[in-house]
């Protein structure tokens, strides 16, 4: 039996993993091999490995015409990155990553992280719990500082609908972060970099890897941009944020319809990142369907969801 052919070698798993994807998508069984150290850590610091993409010898010619038709140009005999190592998105940010392992890492979903059989890929969740505390922390004080006449309670309402599953998928479509996911195939499938709980995760993974390359004032300077237009909306309504659930209802009742509901159908991740799924349901018959880190966010979504499939 012929051995395995190597069609493609690189420094990151998370690259390595997307050309088996990409051969797995024309029908090529591809394995990966890896030297490059596991750890706990987003990155490894000077430490640089080898992985090597193998297929079977009768496959070898295929796989490289697939994988030529998605790089970009090779320099001095070194492989560029099939994602062009996120500038386009790095560019966004405003902010140039000195170890871009660290915005891959923010990007993989564990989906992703699921299918890699080497261990060397690691999902962002915690990312996203460092992320939350990092957004967190910086919205509070920028409440402090713009709005000293509100009180405790308002600051706090104002705050809650910042950082809501609904405005931080917001922000991140604004960015066109579902673009830049590294998705499993499951997860692909399933509409993935379009749904909004894992957009919002994503968003605040993002956050984390801004703090950890360029430290609180490269996440305070995004945060700020970010949310300086948003902050100005909030303060306007009170902070109370869109209630896509009253304006469902009235406009339920202006139809004759009854009041809708809304219903859990699933629940899903670890107990300090739960999504929930909430079915939206007018007389029995399921409008539409969303995800959300709470369930009034889940509903606010399927609500908003819901409005515009009825006005199609």
Partial sequence: MAEPVVVFVTHSNIEASVVRSL??????????????????????????GTVRVSVRAEDADQAQHVIADYRTTEHDGQTVRLRDEFDALSAALG?????????????????????????????????????????????????????????????????????????????????????????????????????????????????????????????????????????????????????HKSAMQELLQSRGDPLPEYVVVAESGPAHRRIFRIELRVRGEVITVAEGRTKKDAEQEAARLGRQSLAE
């Fill in 23 to 48: 051969l797995d998508a024309h029908d090529i069984h591809a394995a990966i091999q890896s030297d490059v150290p596991n750890s706990v850590l987003p990155l490894n610091r000077g430490v640089v």
């Fill in 95 to 243: 902010h140039r990553f000195r170890d871009p392992g660290l915005l891959e890492h923010a990007l993989t979903h564990r989906s992703r992280a699921n299918e890699d059989v080497t261990g060397g890929v690691l999902d962002n969740e915690s990312l996203e719990f460092l992320g939350d505390a990092v957004l967190g922390l910086v919205i509070v004080a920028m409440l402090f500082e713009r709005y000293p006449d509100r009180d405790e309670g308002q600051k706090s309402k104002m705050k809650a609908a910042l950082v809501s599953t609904t405005m931080l998928a917001r922000l991140a479509e604004r960015l066109q972060l579902g673009d830049h996911l590294l998705l499993g195939r499951g997860e692909e499938k399933t509409g993935g970099r379009r749904k909004q709980a894992l957009l919002a995760d994503t968003y605040e993974a993002v956050i984390a890897a801004l703090y950890l390359d360029g430290g609180l004032d490269a996440a305070r300077t995004f945060v700020v941009r970010e949310f300086d237009d948003v902050m100005r909306e909030s303060a306007l309504d009170g902070g109370m944020g869109d209630d």
